[in-house]
């Protein structure tokens, strides 16, 4: 997490997929139900993997940027990642939402052919120093 004064933003940031532990969270790819969509919401089911990493920093993360928000809180909150990354930034920002707080998502994903023949589409977001 980041705090990006120029811009007024608070940044959480999650990185992508690095290193064996990382590939071994995105194989355990088989959904597991939650209440992240509402409570007693049996459609709600979320990649086991990327869940059970989202449960092991939730904590932190919500604490780390509540005390940011606090200390800023005219700062729009994003949160953004690749891979991993960017499933993780979208579970945070689904729960930190539903906490109440208003938070932007932007997921990065460089050009790919086999994405876009898979979804028929691209999606690319180049980060500057100037903004988002």
């Not at 995105?26 to 007693?40: M, R």
């Not at 990649?47 to 509540?66: K, Y």
């Not at 990642?81 to 930190?96: E, K, Q, Y």
């Amino acid at each position: 997490m980041a705090v990006d004064d120029t811009n007024h933003l608070v940044v959480l940031a999650f990185q992508g997929t690095a290193n064996t532990l990382n590939k071994l969270t995105d194989a355990a790819f088989l959904p597991v139900s939650t209440e992240l969509c509402g409570s007693g919401d049996d459609e709600c089911k979320i990649h086991r993997g990327f869940w059970h990493a989202w449960q092991d920093v939730e904590t932190i993360v919500t604490d780390s940027v509540l005390r940011a928000v606090i200390a800023h809180p005219a700062y729009r909150v994003i949160a953004t990642g690749h891979s991993l990354g960017g499933a993780l930034a979208a579970l945070a920002a689904t729960s930190l939402r539903n906490g109440g707080m208003s938070v932007d998502l932007v997921r990065l994903i460089s050009r790919n052919n086999s994405f876009q023949q898979a979804y028929g589409i691209v999606v690319h977001i180049r980060p500057t120093a100037t903004g988002v």
